[in-house]
C-alpha cells in the first residue's frame, strides 16, 4: 500500500472515531477536545488564508482563532464530512508522506487520550513510518543539541549530531509519536549516555 493510501486509511480511521467518541472527548493536543481536532483539520485544508496561524503563529494568531470558531460552529458531522471528503487538488503538492504523518499522529491523538492500546502494524504501515522517520528525522530533531541514533528493531533509522548520543528505540509509530512532542503516550525505550538522554528529555519536539 502506498503512503497516499495509508494516509487515506488514518483519515478515515480518525473520522470514524471522531463520530464514536463525540464532540467532548479528550485528545492528546493539550487544551482540545475531539471538536477542536476535527476544527483544525479542516482549517488546515480548507482555510488557506488562517495557515500562518499554525505553522508561523505570532500576528497570526487571530485569523486562526476566527477560523476555528467558525469551523466548530459548523458542528462535529459536519466537520466530519469535510475531512472525509479528503483534501482539496492544492494538496497534491504535499507530499503524501506529511499527510500520513498528520493522520497517523491526530488518530493516535484520539486513540491514546480515550484508553485505546498501542497498535501492532501492519508491516505496510510500520515501514512507511520508518521511511518517515529517515526523511524528517532532520527537522524533527532540530533543536536537540546531543546526539541522537533513533532504532527500530536494532537498526538505526536516522542519527542525529554527535557524541555523546542518546539511543530512542522501538516502533516506528512509537517513534513517531515520540518525535512529535506526545512523549508521555509513546511506548519507547532510551538508553545511551545519561547526559545525552537528559538533552533528548529536555528538547522541543515536534513541528
Known amino acids: 500500500m502506498s503512503m497516499a493510501a495509508l494516509a487515506r486509511s488514518e483519515r478515515m480511521l480518525l473520522c470514524d472515531l471522531m463520530l464514536e467518541l463525540g464532540p467532548d472527548a479528550p485528545t492528546l493536543c493539550e487544551g482540545w477536545s475531539v471538536i477542536d481536532l476535527a476544527a483544525h483539520l479542516v ?6 488564508w488562517a495557515a500562518p496561524g499554525i505553522v508561523v503563529g505570532g500576528p497570526f494568531r ?3 482563532e476566527q477560523a476555528m470558531r467558525r469551523r466548530r460552529g459548523q458542528g462535529l458531522e459536519r466537520l466530519v464530512e469535510i475531512v472525509r471528503g479528503g483534501a482539496p487538488r492544492i494538496y497534491r503538492l504535499v507530499p503524501s508522506g506529511a499527510q500520513l504523518a498528520e493522520f497517523f499522529v491526530h488518530h493516535e491523538d484520539v486513540r491514546r487520550a480515550n484508553g485505546s492500546e498501542p497498535r501492532h502494524g501492519p508491516a505496510e504501515l510500520d515501514e512507511a513510518l520508518a521511511r ?3 526523511a524528517t ?6 533543536r536537540v543539541e546531543s546526539g541522537v541514533d533513533v532504532v527500530w528493531n536494532g537498526g538505526v533509522l536516522y542519527r542525529h549530531g554527535a557524541e555523546p548520543r542518546a539511543v530512542l528505540s522501538g516502533p516506528p ?4 509519536l515520540y518525535l512529535m512532542g506526545r512523549r508521555s503516550a509513546a511506548r519507547v525505550q532510551l538508553s545511551g549516555d545519561s547526559a545525552a538522554v537528559e538533552a533528548l ?3 522541543k519536539l515536534g513541528i
Not at 43 to 48: A, F, W
Not at 173 to 176: D, S, T
Open 62 to 64: 487571530p485569523m486562526l
Open 173 to 176: 509509530g512509537e517513534l513517531i
Open 137 to 142: 528525522g532532520a527537522r524533527l530533531l532540530s
Open 43 to 48: 482549517v488546515r485544508e480548507h482555510d488557506l
Open 132 to 134: 518517515l522517520i529517515r
Open 201 to 203: 528529555e529536555k528538547a
